[in-house]
């Protein structure tokens, strides 16, 4: 998980135990969605917002939890079975081992290409051969599926922004409803001889 995120969430936890009362609301609901609600007395929405970030949260950190674990498995996996030296390799070259039986079959394609910066070098530890085609299919699987969940992180992590915004939205909807003290609706009739009827509404 980004440090970025997990600074961020921790800095959210922290203003849970404290009121600045200073800041406006919205400030407020942008750093942590609800507080600038519950600041205004109006809990049900300061709820609803508080469920909707723990939510995302636990989502975002479980989804890249998981991706880790997926991503030791298949690294363990082929180290196992593609006689693979794990250390020091990027995610391309464990999108490559999926995708090819060993290491010849992928630099003979990309010759055939002349994709030259795409080969790999056995002699710098680059080099793999599969015991067998389902082994490789077990390990594309599982790296599939840890870099779906590690998407479904970073969407998350969005949806934890969109959240956070709305909030921040809502909670200057609140307080300009708190300011207005009075609606007066004005209706009129036009005078052109088409006899059609307008409404105008004055908030003070």
Known sequence: MPKKTIIIILLSVCFLFGELPTLHPMVKSAILPGWGEKSMQNTNRAKKFRL???????????????????????ESFAVEHANVDSRGKDHRYWVDIGNY??????????????????????????????????????????????DILAMTGKFLIGSIVVNHIVSAIDALYLTRLQKIE?????????KDGTKSLSLTIFFN
């Open 52 to 74: 909707i970030e723990i939510s995302l949260i636990t989502g975002s950190v479980s989804a890249y939890k998981f991706s880790d674990h997926f991503v030791n498995r298949y």
């Open 101 to 146: 039986s060993d290491m010849d079959s992928h630099n003979d394609e990309h010759l055939r290409f002349r994709d030259l910066d795409d080969l790999y070098d056995e002699r710098d530890g680059w080099g793999w051969i599969w015991d067998s085609k389902e082994n490789r299919t077990t390990f594309e699987n599982m790296r599939i599926r840890s």
């Open 182 to 190: 009075s609606v007066v609706f004005l209706p009129k009739i036009s």
